[in-house]
């Protein structure tokens, strides 16, 4: 037996948003639902209110990170999270940061508001590891950046289309062509 939600469940599945115990479960919900009203999809937001672990120690940041990937899907439909997903640009946990960067990219949102938010962020915290801490939670405090020591994240890939290319630097190619280059 299979159980496939219906559309009427969705009511009963966005409170659940809240529960840091069951919010990964309720996004998997929504997900297969594909709710089509943007109230609906705009509670995914929701998670990113989440400030405790779940039962099993893991952090809100794993919660808010799966939420961002969660509003991508939804593509434009989702762009009324843009100012959520901006904010998170600037937390210091960089799983949130890739996830955002990659939501915005989905849902549409112009790469000139985008890009130097990101590069402020991965400078700030290039240069402080610790950051600045997330207005979110204060779970983002605990995780420690990992930055790229000196030189550039091309410099310690296999091949260069490992990471998405922002800026074309020269004999690479931009995002819509990965270029190997070995290390």
């Excluded at 961002?68 to 940061?97: I, Q």
């Amino acid at each position: 037996m299979r159980f496939v939600p219906a559309a009427p469940d969705i009511p009963r599945i966005i409170p659940l948003l809240n529960d840091p115990n069951r919010a990964l479960l309720a996004m998997v919900a929504l997900l297969a639902l594909q709710p089509e009203r943007e109230a609906d999809i705009l509670s995914l937001t929701n998670v990113f209110g989440i400030t405790t672990p779940d039962a099993s120690g893991s952090s809100p940041a794993l919660l808010h990170s799966t939420a961002a990937l969660a509003l991508s899907s939804f593509g434009p439909k989702a762009s009324a999270a843009r100012p959520v997903l901006m904010k998170c640009l600037t937390y210091d946990d960089e799983g949130l940061r890739a996830a955002s960067a990659i939501a915005l990219s989905r849902i549409g949102a112009p790469a000139n508001e985008v890009v130097p938010t990101l590069v402020e962020a991965l400078n700030r915290f290039q240069t402080n590891p610790s950051g600045s801490g997330s207005p979110l939670s204060s779970d983002h405090n605990k995780t420690k950046t990992r930055p790229w020591p000196s030189g550039t994240l091309e410099n310690h890939c296999r091949c260069q289309h490992t990471a998405p290319t922002l800026v074309a630097t020269p004999g690479s190619q931009s995002a819509s062509g990965a270029s190997h280059r070995p290390a």
